[in-house]
């Protein structure tokens, strides 16, 4: 027998619609804000997006991250990226990366420098190279960031189409596109740097949502098959809702302790990836029951086409 965390469940889930719709809206109408404060360059945009300084070069000796972080927070660069190197032919080697200051744009990298510099004093730090990434790049990789997030969108609506029909379709590329702007909404209110790994995570959490909405479908596509009446058709919704709930809960259960371990253990450098992730999973699985489904049953109310009687 399939494992059940928890018993036979008759939740309204449907009943809840408007509720969940209201709930929604709110998620959306910050995610958009967040979206035209962010394509405005008002916002806590990383490095790749904003421009920047990027510093290559390695210690003489044994260098510890976090004494490297404090000395350039110290000296006004509190976000500065740092990533040590691996595998390189110098050993100790580190590429430190600064948001572009228009008070410091041309001595930017100087001021890393001389942070280093005096930071340890007793280790020499040799500078390979130093690189501007001008405003120019950034509004390029945005465009790239924002054709990603369409095409993603467009390949959910096709797929969907193929494996149920349109409506199905359209109702799970809206409850995706709800479950991105949701969370980057949420990253933007609490000032969470938008990075490349931020929207990577954010196309992650999108393929998850998918798979979630996905099962639910599957099991309202076989439920639907047992009704013939119009009157069956919100019970069968939410009959099949309910009865992938066990599973939806352990699967994202699942998923939420491994990300949780990664946010509280995976250091700095990972620690806005997996809270994207985290709110993900939750807003994900959230939309999974109260927001495609009802879009699907909403449309069909609206305009019949599987029960027109």
């Not at 070069?57 to 740092?82: H, K, M, N, W």
């Not at 390189?88 to 008070?103: C, G, I, T």
């Not at 740097?193 to 909405?213: C, K, Q, R």
Request: hydrophobic letters at 50%; a positive charge; charged letters at 15%.
């Amino acid at each position: 027998m399939p494992i059940r965390i928890i018993g036979d469940t008759h939740v309204d889930f449907i009943g809840k619609r408007k509720i969940a719709f209201l709930i929604s809206a709110i998620l959306v109408a910050m995610g958009l804000v967040a979206m035209v404060m962010l394509s405005m360059g008002k916002g806590n945009l990383g490095i790749p997006f904003m421009g920047g300084t990027m510093l290559e070069g390695y210690f003489e000796q044994p260098a510890d991250v976090s004494a490297l972080r404090r000395a350039l927070s110290s000296s006004g660069f509190a976000d500065a990226e740092i990533q040590q190197l691996q595998g390189r032919a110098q050993a100790n080697s580190f590429l430190v990366r600064v948001k572009a200051d228009p008070a410091l744009s041309k001595q930017a990298g100087q001021t890393v420098l001389e942070a280093i510099k005096k930071a340890f004093p007793g280790n020499t730090f040799h500078m390979d190279s130093i690189h501007e990434v001008g405003p120019a790049v950034g509004k390029t990789l945005q465009s790239q960031a924002r054709w990603a997030v369409l095409v993603s969108l467009l390949g959910i609506l096709v797929y969907i189409t193929v494996r149920f029909d349109f409506r199905f379709g359209v109702a799970a590329t809206i409850a995706t596109f709800h479950d991105i702007l949701a969370v980057l909404g949420i990253l933007y209110i609490f000032n969470v740097e938008i990075t490349i790994l931020v929207i990577t995570a954010l196309l992650t959490l999108a393929g998850y949502s998918l798979t979630d909405t996905v099962i639910v479908y599957d099991r309202i596509r076989e439920n639907l098959k047992k009704f013939h009446k119009k009157a069956d058709f919100i019970p069968a919704i939410n009959t099949s809702i309910n009865e992938v709930l066990s599973r939806t809960i352990l699967t994202s259960s699942t998923v939420l302790a491994v990300v949780i371990a990664l946010y509280l253990f995976g250091g700095p450098v990972l620690r806005d990836f997996s809270m994207c992730l985290i709110l993900g999973v939750v807003v994900g699985t959230y939309s999974s029951w109260l927001v495609a489904s009802p879009i699907y049953v909403e449309w069909e109310s609206r305009s019949p086409k599987r029960f027109k009687s």
